[in-house]
């Protein structure tokens, strides 16, 4: 009686435990769809009433009168840009259009958001489920991902990072699914991801250079 009484807590444990992590990943969700909408809505009506802050001339001006916010914005959106799932390219693009001679700042920085969006979701990999975190698109792939996480773990991680055409966050969280030591996670991602992101950087630049 007593074994069975056991199991049952357990089972009621386990299950508390998932629902208030449906719970609040389903807030979190709405949270961030409210977050997205309010900046599109402040965006748009900054747009209405002062059009010519859209322009070159716009930018460049506000960009000259608020360069240390900017910067310091830039440096904090990097750093956090795992928890709006924001992707690092489109971060790693903007910081080429802002500080295009700033190789170095922007390869330290970026990196530095990269591990942690890294870490962030692989924790997430041991807590949450697929459904909770995935499209069905993305969990369609999921099987194969994990079959050849479980035989080659560190080389799939690193090549996966490093090829830009493929969700990132995706391996991550395979990663802490299957319960891949951290210290060979963190370290094929960050092989992979400095080639990538300096690829781009030295690339942007030429192309930068090239455009203007």
Known sequence: MSISISIEHDNLTIFGVNSFKN??????KTAL???????LVTILIIYLL???????????????????AILIGYVLLVLIRSIFFIPATVLLILGMALYPEAFWFLLMVNMIGILIGATVIYIAGKLFTEDDFFSAKHQAKLPVVKKKINEYGFWIVLLWSFFPLVPTDLVCYI???THMKYFKFISAVFIGEVILVSTYLYTGKSLFEWLF
């Not at 719970?23 to 979190?28: H, T, V, W």
Request: glycine share 6%.
């Open 175 to 177: 990663s802490g699914a």
């Open 50 to 68: 002062q059009p010519t802050a859209f322009s070159i001339e716009g930018f460049t001006s506000f960009f000259r009168d608020n360069e240390t």
């Open 23 to 28: 719970i609040a990943l389903k807030k979190y």
């Open 33 to 39: 769809k409210y977050v997205w909408v309010s900046l």
